[in-house]
């Protein structure tokens, strides 16, 4: 079975920082990682996904993040955040060769940017 | 042109009643899901339905049943609403279940 831990309830920062959200996940098998983007009172959009090859994936407003097997991490950062960015994100996995696309996600993590 | 629409949007009602949300997509999508989201944002995975086949039935109590009368519809039904059923469904789509997930904008149910 998989499970997500994100290790940052809240990341409050100012405007024009960088952050950093982090994402650890525990799994026996391959796996598919994801970022989702909740706006407050909106449904999830998809940020980001990482299925194989390059371990850096970006998304087209600025954010990355990094496949790393070993630390079994996925790390979702952005170099200079905007007022905008503010939001949920959440973390997911889903079982490569599952049949079913059954994401488990971690707990979410609330970016606060400050003026 | 809204790709996944829920209705309502909100949903106040009793505890014991029994009620339904709408989920449709426009996305010629193969997969529908619907997903609990509980007050402390914790999203978790109920059902998923292939081609209107029932591919993913978590630990969800029976009152909860889940009906997909197309590709591009699917409903659930919720019989006997207790306190803890009041949570922020979504519904959610996609071409196959490697495929993105695109979700729906979510029903507030609140249960007195």
């Known amino acids: 079975a998989q499970s997500v831990t994100q290790l940052d309830s809240q990341v409050p920062v100012f405007e024009e920082a960088p952050v950093e959200l982090r994402c650890n996940y525990s799994s026996s098998v391959s796996v598919y990682l994801f970022w989702y983007v909740q706006y407050p009172n909106q449904g999830l959009q998809l940020l980001l996904k990482y299925l194989s090859g390059s371990t850096l994936v970006e998304s087209i407003n600025g954010f990355e993040a990094e496949f790393n097997k070993s630390q079994t991490s996925f790390h979702l950062r952005k170099p200079s955040v905007h007022i905008s960015d503010t939001a949920e994100y959440f973390c997911?996995?889903?079982?490569?060769?599952?049949?079913?696309?059954?994401?488990?996600f971690g707990q979410g993590t609330t970016l606060q940017v400050k003026p | 042109d809204t790709a996944v629409s829920q209705t309502p949007k909100y949903l106040v009602t009793q505890m014991g009643n029994d009620k339904s949300i709408k989920c449709e997509q426009n996305?010629?999508?193969?997969?529908m899901y619907w997903y609990k989201q509980d007050s402390k944002k914790f999203l978790k995975i109920m059902f998923s339905y292939n081609n209107k086949e029932l591919i993913i039935n978590e630990t969800v109590p029976n009152r909860f049943s889940p009906k997909s009368p197309d590709k591009a519809h699917l409903n659930l039904h919720i019989n006997s609403l207790e306190l803890g059923d009041s949570a922020v469904y979504f519904c959610?789509?996609?071409?196959?279940?490697?495929?993105?997930?695109?979700f729906g904008p979510g029903t507030r149910l609140l249960v007195l």
């Open positions: 997911a996995v889903s079982e490569s060769s599952s049949n079913t696309g059954k994401l488990i």
């Open positions: 959610a789509s996609s071409w196959t279940v490697e495929e993105t997930q695109y």
């Open positions: 996305l010629g999508h193969d997969t």
